[in-house]
């Protein structure tokens, strides 16, 4: 337990109250979007702590002696979250055919590099590019459509508006290292290591972002 | 070597914090709009009811207009025509064949109530004359109409010292009650009516009770654009043009009450000064 009071996992303390507090899109029976919201910030939980246990135990549980590897986890639930979060956006932006068409693909593709490409015990860089990009394009179309719509709503009361943000921020600032992450490997192993202190406060931002959005309760257009 | 590795990290650092700075940038220039946006709608509301309010205030005052003259009409053409009527009446009596004589002078009770009734209506339609009487004494008028009919038993309260305020505020209020009184002869099948006046300088409140059938108020606001009937948004209009609370209870079987509240009236002057 002492191991957790380490400044690498201070992102834990509000992805849990996050967690917590999203219970209640069940409870008060928050429009499906939220909810599957409110499912993704759960899964996020459950893989950390799956993740960190795997590293710490239950790799050596019983008979049992796996690799110490955890990627197999965090890339599964990276495929998992890219699938939650496609149906979010399908859900929330306006109807689009080619929409659900290129996240399925992707999708597709995710399970693909995970089962065969690069296989669960690498990163899956390929396809955390590909949801990378598709990720910041389906906020960005997003954002576009808050600005379009003839209503207005409270955007800094509306938790998927916070959702929108913290997964824009972790992905766009992430994106271009993910990029070179090969090339860093190649030079220089120091380089590699840069993401993860990188990783570590644009996880803290973004679970605080999760928190800060399941305070609030879905806004509903006023038509003008 | 080492300084490539260092140099390589800190561009690295650089870009990150810039990618960072951008992204923050679209969020505020999206938070900036949208908040624009948000300020901008809210002014159109503003607007709007504002619209509304002025459009509803000149309804209103056409409306007053008509019924004005409608009484003026009432008052000089058509109780001027059943005065003549009772003039010709009055001649014919003597040379009438003694059979006929008791159906003329019944006909000529008839038209004497045919213009007393007459001059009430003409009464409670003009502006002038609410205004003149004042709404409390109105209010009795139409209460006391209600129980000659003698279908209502009608009971009178008031508590404090009683006053009177804006001549337009107290037009609304007596039309107000009106539609109330209104509803409760075409809808309630009451046999008492209750009308309880309080006045106070922090607020005046008017309850108006009948022992009625009652109905649901929730089913009739919900149910008033199929039955196109707009008596109760109407109420509702009236009483916020006056900056009134309207509350109406009301239960299947129970009766109905309706609460007027004006908070802080503007008061004119003391009835009793």
């Known amino acids: 337990m002492y191991r957790l009071l380490n400044h690498r996992f201070l992102y834990l303390i509000p992805l849990l109250l996050s967690a917590i507090l999203s219970l209640k899109a069940f409870r008060l029976k928050w429009p499906k979007p939220y909810r599957l919201y409110a499912c993704m910030v759960i899964l996020s939980l459950i893989t950390e702590v799956l993740a960190l246990a795997w590293k710490w135990e239950l790799y050596k549980w019983g008979s049992f002696n796996f690799s110490q590897n955890n990627f197999w986890i965090y890339n599964c639930f990276l495929i998992l979250r890219f699938g939650l979060l496609s149906v979010i956006f399908n859900l929330t932006l306006y109807r689009n055919k080619l929409l659900p068409l290129i996240t399925g693909i992707i999708f597709l593709f995710g399970i693909l590099d995970y089962a065969f490409i690069h296989g669960p015990f690498q990163f899956n860089t390929y396809s955390m590019i590909l949801t990378h990009v598709c990720i910041i394009t389906l906020c960005l179309l997003y954002f576009w459509q808050l600005l379009q719509e003839p209503g207005a709503i409270s955007i800094q009361k509306e938790p998927l508006f916070w959702m929108a943000i913290s997964i824009f921020f972790y992905h766009a600032v992430s994106l271009p290292f993910l990029i070179m992450l090969g090339f860093f490997n190649v030079q220089d192993y120091r380089l590699s290591a840069l993401f993860f202190p990188i990783n570590e406060a644009l996880n803290f931002l973004l679970c605080s972002c999760y928190l800060i959005s399941f305070l609030w309760k879905p806004q509903y257009s006023q038509p003008l | ?273």
């Not at chain 2, 948000?38 to 504002?50: C, G, L, N, P, V």
């Not at chain 2, 006909?107 to 004497?112: D, E, R, W």
């Not at chain 2, 929730?218 to 109420?235: H, P």
């Open chain 2, 1 to 273: 070597m080492e300084t490539s590795v260092f140099a390589t990290s800190l561009t690295i650092i650089i870009s990150t914090l810039l990618v960072l700075g951008l992204c923050t940038a679209v969020v505020y220039f999206l938070f900036l709009y949208q908040k624009k946006k948000f300020r901008h709608q809210q002014e159109i509301i503003e607007m709007r009811e504002t619209f509304n309010h002025v459009l509803l205030q000149s309804r209103l005052a056409i409306q007053e207009q008509t019924l004005d003259h409608i009484s003026k009409e009432l008052h000089a053409n058509f109780s001027h025509l059943v005065s003549l009527i009772n003039i010709n009446l009055q001649e014919i009596l003597p040379q009438a064949p003694a059979d006929q004589r008791e159906n003329i002078l019944e006909t000529k009770s008839l038209a004497k109530q045919l213009m007393s009734e007459l001059k009430a209506l003409s009464a409670n339609l003009n502006t002038d004359h609410i205004i003149h009487i004042g709404f409390i004494k109105a209010l009795e008028n139409e209460l006391n109409r209600l129980a000659k009919t003698k279908k209502y038993e009608v009971v009178i309260t008031k508590a404090g010292e009683e006053y009177r305020i804006l001549p337009e505020h107290e037009i609304i209020l007596f039309r107000l009650c009106q539609e109330v009184l209104n509803n409760i002869v075409k809808y309630a099948k009451a046999t008492e009516v209750t009308a309880s006046l309080s006045f106070s300088k922090e607020q005046f409140v008017l309850v108006l009770a009948d022992d009625g059938t009652g109905f649901n108020v929730q089913d009739a606001l919900e149910n008033s654009g199929e039955k196109q009937s707009t008596g109760l948004l109407n109420m509702n209009k009236r009483a916020s043009l006056i900056n009134a609370d309207l509350l109406i209870t009301s239960r299947n079987g129970g009766g109905t009450m309706v609460i007027i509240t004006i908070p802080q009236p503007q008061i004119l002057q003391s009835i009793n000064e």
